[in-house]
């Protein structure tokens, strides 16, 4: 059967349903997760989201605008919740374990469906129902898609959850997963009400001067290597003491040594303020694929934008990654 009618089938019988999505989450995963919860609100089904990060400020509109009701499990699970309270758990714009902590051994013991919407390459196979679209731009796009199908009146405010999810994971529009479909699903999304003038000031032009403390501080310790072909930036934790700035303030950041005409792939290692493994982003032009590369340390993605992580000393992670990719580029 279509895994967009599983999805349909699986959480029309339901009254209650419990979504989460990845650790960190970024436009593509709020606004999903917003879109569907008010797509099931739609058909009569109570939906609560469980984040596994605070809702991060620049994004929390999609969420308060719309009183959706979540739990923040970044300093423990919440108190009260239990999974067996809901009907289904569906995990949206992920179905990676790493990108789901403190979730596998409840999601594994629960006894209901358990389903996965999600564009990533990389999955585990756990989910009752799987609905991965691996062309998709967005997780948005798919539960677009779903919503569609199962015939929820696309309104404003369900149109501007998803408007985010697309502009979130295409960059606005200009990274090359951008697919026809997007554009067709963006423009029925403007035709709902979408405010984008709105949307984009939100996004593009609200930032907060230490992240834009940071990001000079980057760019000043930029490293070109293998014939300016890789690019490497580093983020030590003095540096966030004295931009003031804060691990959220990062995003983005690897995209701008792209801007370089002979760099290929852009690296991003972030020492952890308290503790925790080395974080690493990369991203790449497409000559390298950067999820098969973050596979060998336990990361993944997408071809052209990937993470993964490093325990232990920051110099020394980062001399190993670095090393790795450099090996693979020459
Ligand atoms: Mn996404």
Same mark, same amino acid.
């Given at each position: 059967?279509?895994?967009?009618?599983?999805?349909?089938?699986?959480?029309?019988?339901?009254?209650?349903?419990?979504?989460?999505?990845?650790?960190?989450?970024?436009?593509?995963?709020?606004?999903?997760?917003?879109?569907?919860?008010?797509?099931?609100?739609?058909? #009569?089904?109570?939906?609560?989201?469980?984040?596994?990060?605070?809702?991060?400020?620049?994004?929390?509109?999609?969420?308060?605008?719309?009183?959706?009701?979540?739990?923040?499990?970044?300093?423990?699970?919440?108190?009260?919740?239990?999974?067996?309270?809901?009907?289904?758990?569906?995990?949206?714009?992920?179905?990676?374990?790493?990108?789901?902590? #403190?979730?596998?051994?409840?999601?594994?013991?629960?006894?209901?469906?358990?389903?996965?919407?999600?564009?990533?390459?990389?999955?585990?196979?756990?989910?009752?129902?799987?609905?991965?679209?691996?062309?998709?731009?967005?997780?948005?796009?798919?539960?677009?898609?779903?919503?569609?199908?199962?015939?929820?009146?696309?309104?404003?405010?369900?149109?501007?959850?998803?408007?985010? #999810?697309?502009?979130?994971?295409?960059?606005?529009?200009?990274?090359?997963?951008?697919?026809?479909?997007?554009?067709?699903?963006?423009?029925?999304?403007?035709?709902?009400?979408?405010?984008?003038?709105?949307?984009?000031?939100?996004?593009?032009? /609200?930032?907060?001067?230490?992240?834009?403390?940071?990001?000079?501080?980057?760019?000043?310790?930029?490293?070109?290597?293998?014939?300016?072909?890789?690019?490497?930036?580093?983020?030590?934790?003095?540096?966030?003491?004295?931009?003031?700035?804060?691990?959220?303030?990062?995003?983005?950041?690897? /995209?701008?040594?792209?801007?370089?005409?002979?760099?290929?792939?852009?690296?991003?290692?972030?020492?952890?303020?308290?503790?925790?493994?080395?974080?690493?982003?990369?991203?790449?032009?497409?000559?390298?694929?950067?999820?098969?590369?973050?596979?060998?340390?336990?990361?993944?993605?997408?071809?052209?934008?990937?993470?993964?992580?490093?325990?232990?000393?920051?110099?020394?992670?980062?001399?190993?990654?670095?090393?790795?990719?450099?090996?693979?580029?020459?």
């Amino acid at each position: 059967m279509d895994a967009y009618q599983q999805v349909i089938d699986t959480l029309s019988s339901c009254k209650r349903v419990l979504l989460t999505t990845h650790i960190r989450p970024d436009g593509d995963a709020l606004g999903s997760t917003a879109a569907l919860a008010m797509g099931l609100k739609a058909q #009569g089904i109570d939906a609560e989201i469980l984040l596994l990060s605070h809702l991060p400020t620049k994004y929390a509109f999609v969420y308060r605008d719309y009183a959706l009701i979540h739990h923040d499990a970044e300093s423990g699970w919440p108190a009260g919740l239990s999974l067996d309270a809901f009907d289904a758990f569906v995990s949206v714009d992920t179905g990676t374990w790493s990108q789901l902590p #403190g979730l596998k051994e409840k999601v594994l013991a629960y006894q209901k469906p358990r389903v996965v919407i999600d564009h990533h390459l990389t999955q585990e196979d756990w989910a009752d129902v799987k609905l991965v679209v691996k062309e998709a731009s967005a997780a948005s796009e798919i539960v677009g898609e779903l919503l569609t199908l199962w015939e929820v009146k696309i309104d404003e405010k369900i149109a501007t959850a998803l408007y985010l #999810g697309l502009v979130s994971d295409t960059g606005w529009f200009q990274y090359s997963n951008t697919r026809p479909y997007t554009l067709r699903l963006a423009a029925l999304l403007i035709e709902a009400g979408v405010n984008t003038d709105r949307l984009y000031q939100l996004l593009y032009q /609200n930032e907060r001067k230490e992240r834009i403390a940071l990001q000079a501080r980057a760019l000043q310790g930029l490293e070109l290597l293998q014939d300016g072909r890789l690019a490497v930036m580093r983020i030590g934790k003095s540096d966030f003491d004295e931009t003031r700035a804060n691990v959220p303030d990062t995003e983005n950041l690897i /995209n701008l040594p792209l801007q370089i005409a002979t760099v290929q792939v852009s690296i991003l290692l972030t020492e952890p303020r308290d503790f925790g493994p080395v974080r690493v982003s990369l991203r790449s032009k497409g000559q390298i694929d950067v999820a098969k590369f973050a596979e060998q340390f336990g990361g993944g993605g997408h071809a052209r934008a990937s993470g993964l992580k490093v325990d232990g000393d920051f110099k020394e992670a980062h001399d190993k990654v670095v090393a790795a990719m450099a090996k693979a580029m020459s």
